[in-house]
């Protein structure tokens, strides 16, 4: 993999799925055979040797998870205290916000694990580096709540990278288009009655079935099911 000016790998969006492919292939091969969950807490405490850590990362919960990348101090928020302290953790911890699990988002907290293996997996030479030039604190790479939109920085673009790889090794394009062809093929389109009624299912109410059950199956939230919809240009059924 190429790295640019920045230690930051050379990934455009096109390169997702056979970055994701590669990854399955050495830790979850069986989850490009058949539509599956894939086992992100197997994978990052048994195949990649990760401590998954759950804490309140910051006060509003705005950083859903961070993967440390060296020995060393590393500042979370006590909320028992209501403050901010420095907690020592050991190189190869994966922090995840506590909260999500309290609010039982199990498809938040899955990406969540993966983003950060994604970021152990593709961006450790980049904070081997950084920690060579500052050895005082823990190098940990912190992931906000909100998606990234505009990539200026190094660290814009290594979570953008984190993101899409994410989602594509959740949802893996072959076995995810198999399983959307499946649902759309369980369902039948009813008869228009007029302009606001359907004689049994309507299309788009087919659609929300199917992403929905896409969802289940691959135990990602909707929105994300959605938007694997709208990468991998599967079409849905026209109104």
């Known amino acids: 993999m190429m790295l640019n000016n920045y230690c930051v790998p050379v990934l455009s969006k096109k390169d997702m799925d056979v970055e994701a492919t590669k990854f399955l292939k050495r830790y979850c091969p069986e989850a490009l055979e058949r539509p599956m969950p894939v086992p992100v807490e ?3 405490e048994l195949k990649m040797n990760l401590d998954i850590d759950y804490v309140n990362i910051d006060e509003a919960c705005e ?3 961070m993967m440390i990348f060296s020995d060393g101090l590393v500042e979370i ?3 028992k205290r209501e403050k901010y302290v420095l907690r020592t953790y050991k190189k190869g911890t994966l922090l995840v916000e506590s909260d999500i699990g309290a609010k039982r988002n199990r498809g938040r907290e899955r ?3 993966t983003h950060e293996m994604v970021h152990w997996h593709i ?3 980049r904070f081997y580096l950084l920690g060579l030039i500052d050895p005082s604190l ?3 790479c912190r ?4 998606r990234v939109h505009f990539l200026q920085t190094p660290e814009d673009w290594m979570e953008w990278q984190a993101d899409n790889l994410a989602a594509a090794i959740l949802m893996p394009a072959a076995m995810f288009r198999r399983k959307a062809a499946e649902l759309f093929g369980k ?3 009813g008869t228009r009655v007029n302009k606001y009624m359907w004689m049994g299912f309507s299309p788009g109410y087919i659609n929300t079935l199917v992403i929905e059950e896409l969802a289940n199956t691959f135990q990602v939230s909707k929105q994300a099911a959605e938007i694997r919809v709208q990468t991998l240009g599967v079409r849905l059924l026209e109104a």
């Open 143 to 146: 992931c906000p709540q909100e």
């Open 123 to 125: 961006h450790q030479f």
């Open 42 to 44: 197997e994978i990052a």
């Open 77 to 79: 928020y006590d909320r």
């Open 187 to 189: 369902y039948r389109v």
């Open 111 to 113: 990406f969540t694990i």
């Open 138 to 140: 823990a190098k940990a």
């Open 63 to 65: 950083t859903l998870g």
